[in-house]
Nanobody, 123 residues
Framework: QVTLVESGGDSVQPGGSLPLSCAAY????????MAWFRQGPGKEREGVAVIKPGGDVLAYGDSVKGRFTISQDNAKNAVYLQMNSLKPEDTGMYYCAAYLNGNMWDREAYRFWGQGTQVTVSS
């Protein structure tokens, strides 16, 4: 069984920072393209950041570039998302996903998903 488990979601103030974690079971993150997606209230699920199997960043979504950092730790078999300078519009459910094929910004390109962790940015 493959399971992705996100953690770290919380309620934070605008301008604050928050780290998210994604622990993988039954799948080796070092062998897979991994990504973070998010879905805000009333919005479609959108890609946030994508990382290569070797740990090099593939891309960031335009709305988070310069503020978020995706990384991985092969020893822990985990993927991380460090979020800085948070804005209210960053509010949403954040999901970790493992890629299969297709357009990496398309959620249908991913074969495994975690259950999500909630991030709320408000004063």
């Amino acid at each position: 069984q493959v399971t992705l488990v996100e953690s770290g979601g919380d309620s934070v103030q605008p301008g604050g920072s928050l780290p998210l974690s994604c622990a993988a079971y039954g799948l080796t993150v070092g062998y897979n393209v991994m990504a973070w997606f998010r879905q805000g209230p009333g919005k479609e699920r959108e890609g946030v950041a994508v990382i290569k199997p070797g740990g090099d960043v593939l891309a960031y979504g335009d709305s988070v570039k310069g503020r978020f950092t995706i990384s991985q730790d092969n020893a822990k078999n985990a993927v991380y998302l460090q979020m800085n300078s948070l804005k209210p519009e960053d509010t949403g459910m954040y999901y970790c996903a493992a890629y299969l094929n297709g357009n990496m910004w398309d959620r249908e390109a991913y074969r495994f998903w975690g259950q999500g962790t909630q991030v709320t940015v408000s004063s």
